[in-house]
C-alpha cells in the first residue's frame, strides 16, 4: 500500500471516529473510540501540516513565471524543500509499529564478568553513570538489590527507573561493556580488559504475566553480605525460581521478609516478561540488518578506554572522546544516534 493511501486511510478513520463520538455514544465504545482517536490525531494533525505544504509548494510554483513574484516565490520553495521531507520522515516514523514497552519503567541490572575485582570496580561505575543519567532525565532511581565486594566494586546491582519512556531510552544498553584501563592495583602500568554486562527490562504489570503460586517455589534464608553488611539472625532473605523457566531471583537487601519478596517477584515478572517479548519478536529482529536495539547481551556493545580517553560504539561504529563526561551520565549523544540507527533500520524494513 503507498504511503498517500495509508494517509487517505488514516484521515478518513478519523473522520468515522469524531462522527462516532458526536452521536453521544458511551460506555466501552465510547472509551476504545476515544482511545483510538487520540493515537492516530498527532499523525492525522501532521498530515494536514503536509498536505498544507504540498498545496504551498504548487502554488509557488505557478508564481515562478511571474516577475513581481518570482523573488519571493523561490525563497519559499527553498524552505518547502527542506519542510516537505522533513514532515514525509516524521509521519513515516509515527506509523512504525510501536513497541508498547517502550513508555514503561524499566529494571536496570549490572554484573562484572571478565576481569575480577577490575570488572567489579568498573560494574560499580556504570551502576552510578547509569544513577547520573537518571537524575538528569527526571527519573526515580531506586536501588533494590546491592551487593557489594566491599572494595568499592559489586557482584551485582538492580535498580528500578522509574519514568516515561525510561525503556525507550535505556533498552540500547543491554549487553556487554568493555573497559580498558590500567587498574590502581597494577605496578607494571598494563592496561587490563573487563567486561560488565548490563541488562533493561521493561517493567511488567501483573495483567502482563501471569504466575501460578504454583509454579514458584520459594526459599528463604539468613541475609549475608561483606563486612558483615546486611546480616541478620532472621531468615529474611528470599531466593524465588519459577519452575517452568528455571529463572531465579535471589533478594536480600531489605530487612523485611515481606519486602524482599515483593521486590523478587517484581524483578521475575519483568524478566519473564522480556522472555515473552523477545520470543514475540524474534522472526522480525532476525530478519533485521541491524541488531540495534535486540538486547542480545552476548554482544560486546561498547568500549571505554581511559588511557586515550574514549567511548566506542561497536553498534554504529560512533566513537567520542569524552569519556569524563560518559562516565558522569552523559549518554544523550549514544542513546540518540542509536535511536535514529534503529528508526532508519524499521524504516528500510517496511519500504
Known amino acids: ?37 487520540s493515537e492516530i490525531e498527532p499523525i492525522v494533525a501532521k498530515v494536514d501540516e503536509l498536505r498544507a505544504a504540498e498545496t504551498a509548494q504548487n502554488e509557488a510554483e505557478t508564481l515562478l513565471n511571474d516577475p513581481e513574484m518570482h523573488d519571493l516565490a523561490e525563497a519559499e520553495l527553498a524552505e518547502l524543500k527542506d519542510r516537505i521531507p522533513l514532515l514525509s520522515r516524521e509521519i513515516q516514523l509515527a506509523l512504525l509499529p510501536k513497541d508498547e514497552a517502550d513508555a514503561r519503567s524499566a529494571i536496570l541490572e549490572v554484573r562484572p564478568a571478565a576481569g575480577g575485582d577490575e570488572a567489579s570496580l568498573f560494574a560499580a561505575e556504570l551502576f552510578a553513570m547509569y544513577q547520573k543519567y537518571a537524575t538528569t532525565q527526571g527519573w526515580r532511581f531506586e536501588v533494590m538489590d546491592y551487593d557489594d565486594t566491599g572494595l568499592g566494586g559489586i557482584k551485582s546491582a538492580i535498580a528500578e527507573v522509574t519514568g516515561r519512556n525510561v525503556f525507550a531510552r535505556l533498552k540500547y ?57 546486611h546480616v541478620n539472625k532472621t531468615e529474611s532473605a528470599v531466593r524465588i525460581t519459577h519452575i517452568p523457566t528455571g529463572t ?49 547481551r552476548s554482544e560486546r556493545i561498547r568500549t571505554y578506554n581511559f588511557p586515550q580517553g574514549r567511548v566506542s560504539d561497536h553498534r554504529i561504529n560512533l566513537t567520542l572522546y569524552k569519556i569524563d563526561r560518559v562516565m558522569q551520565g552523559d549518554l544523550d549523544e549514544f542513546i540518540d544516534a542509536l535511536t535514529a540507527e534503529d528508526q532508519a533500520a524499521r524504516l528500510a524494513a517496511e519500504a
Open 1 to 37: 500500500m503507498s504511503l498517500a493511501l495509508k494517509l487517505d486511510r488514516i484521515v478518513a478513520r478519523a473522520d468515522e471516529l469524531r462522527s462516532i463520538l458526536a452521536e453521544g455514544v458511551s460506555g466501552e465504545v465510547f472509551v476504545r473510540a476515544s482511545k483510538e482517536l
Open 173 to 229: 544498553e543491554s549487553g556487554v561493556h568493555r573497559v580498558q584501563r590500567v587498574p590502581a592495583t597494577e605496578s607494571q602500568g598494563r592496561i587490563h580488559t573487563s567486561t560488565v554486562t548490563v541488562a533493561v527490562l521493561p517493567e511488567a504489570e501483573e495483567v502482563d504475566v501471569q504466575i501460578d503460586e504454583g509454579d514458584l517455589r520459594i526459599d528463604v534464608y539468613r541475609a549475608s553480605g561483606a563486612g558483615g553488611q
Open 248 to 296: 531465579v531471583v535471589a533478594m536480600q537487601e531489605e530487612k523485611s521478609q515481606h519486602k524482599n519478596k515483593a521486590k523478587a517477584m517484581k524483578i521475575l515478572r519483568a524478566r519473564i516478561y522480556e522472555q515473552q517479548r523477545l520470543s514475540l519478536h524474534a522472526t522480525r529482529a532476525a530478519d533485521r540488518k541491524s541488531q540495534v536495539g535486540t538486547g542480545d
